[in-house]
């Protein structure tokens, strides 16, 4: 007599590591709201719809489920009205005067608000690394995302790319008077 078994052998899962770069201020730093940033984001393209999900996917563990992110248009050729996070929708809006051209806000209905700078993906490595470090740092001062960005530029410049008209990710081309001071959910 011979033993069988039906069972398919255990199938081996990818491990993928997580797509977004970025650095958080240590967990002991005081808590959202109370500081200008709570770290940095370093996006490898220009692409919100492709690089929203990962940043929000890596960061509902740690800050609890996003709901809504909001963005400055200024450097985003296309924005999305919304993006598939985990299989549920997350509405992204943006804000052109109220909001700092160089941060990105992410709304969780857990923790509050979580501000992050945003080093643009052309930035070199030891720039971003730089940006990166002080957008995290757990003591000194706070500076804004405009103005570490700024000190970071050799020319006091903040970037030398804009993104244009801006352009839904479903809709035609927006010019850049109808965004100007609007706030769209």
């Excluded at 709201?33 to 984001?41: F, I, K, P, S």
């Excluded at 509902?60 to 963005?71: C, D, K, M, Q, S």
């Excluded at 020319?155 to 990710?169: M, Q």
Aim: proline share 14%.
């Amino acid at each position: 007599m011979s033993a069988t078994d039906d069972r398919s052998p255990p199938s081996a899962i990818p491990f993928t590591t997580p797509t977004a770069r970025l650095a958080l201020r240590p967990a002991s730093c005081p808590p959202a709201g109370h500081v200008e940033l709570d770290g940095a984001w370093w996006p490898r393209s220009r692409d919100l719809p492709q690089e929203l999900p990962p940043l929000a996917g890596v960061l509902e563990p740690l800050w609890g489920r996003i709901t809504r992110i909001a963005v400055n248009p200024r450097y985003w050729p296309i924005l999305p009205r919304r993006i598939f996070v985990n299989g549920r929708v997350v509405k992204v809006g943006w804000f052109t005067s109220e909001l700092d051209p160089h941060k990105i806000l992410l709304l969780s209905g857990t923790a509050g608000p979580w501000d992050l700078l945003v080093i643009p993906p052309e930035t070199a490595d030891p720039s971003a690394a730089r940006l990166l470090a002080a957008a995290s740092a757990g003591t000194g001062p706070h500076p804004t995302a405009s103005a570490l960005m700024a000190a970071e530029q050799p020319d006091g410049t903040p970037s030398s790319y804009e993104a244009g008209p801006l352009r839904r990710a479903d809709d035609a081309v927006l010019p850049a008077a109808a965004v100007s001071a609007a706030v769209a959910w």
